[in-house]
């Protein structure tokens, strides 16, 4: 399972960019799906979760109010990000939680596992 992220690029500080996370690969079962991020030489942290079906979000207190995570029923995840200041400048990564699906049997692997995205960069200016 690969995820790949797009949408990332530079923006102007109070710009509105959405980045979009799309799986590939072997099928599998997504359980909750969430967006991290890492700026130049701090720790990569954790921006925003979605649950199965999209019912329940949760978000960090330095993005909350101005971006919003998503997903459409083909597991697709999006973060539609408003507002943007120059602090969030970062790699944005996509995660997902789930479990792969034996292509022969159509039977669930033992899991879960933890799937991750190769990062897009988000640089907003001032």
């Known amino acids: 399972v690969q995820l790949v992220e797009s949408g990332g690029g530079f923006v102007q500080s109070g710009g509105s960019p959405r980045l979009s996370c799309a799986a590939s690969?072997?099928?599998?079962?997504?359980?909750?799906m969430s967006w991290y991020r890492q700026a130049p030489g701090k720790q990569r942290e954790w921006v925003a979760t979605?649950?199965?079906?999209?019912?329940?979000t949760k978000y960090s207190e330095s993005v909350k109010g101005r971006f919003t995570i998503s997903r459409d029923n083909t597991d697709t995840l999006y973060l539609q990000m408003d507002l943007l200041k120059p602090e969030d400048t970062a790699v944005y990564y996509c995660?997902?939680?789930?479990?792969?699906?034996?292509?022969?049997?159509?039977?669930?692997?033992?899991?879960?596992?933890?799937?991750w995205g190769q990062g897009t960069q988000v640089t907003v200016s001032s």
């Open positions: 995660h997902a939680q789930g479990w792969d699906i034996d292509g022969r049997s159509g039977s669930i692997e033992p899991g879960p596992n933890e799937y």
């Open positions: 979605i649950t199965p079906g999209g019912g329940g």
């Open positions: 690969g072997r099928n599998f079962v997504v359980n909750s």
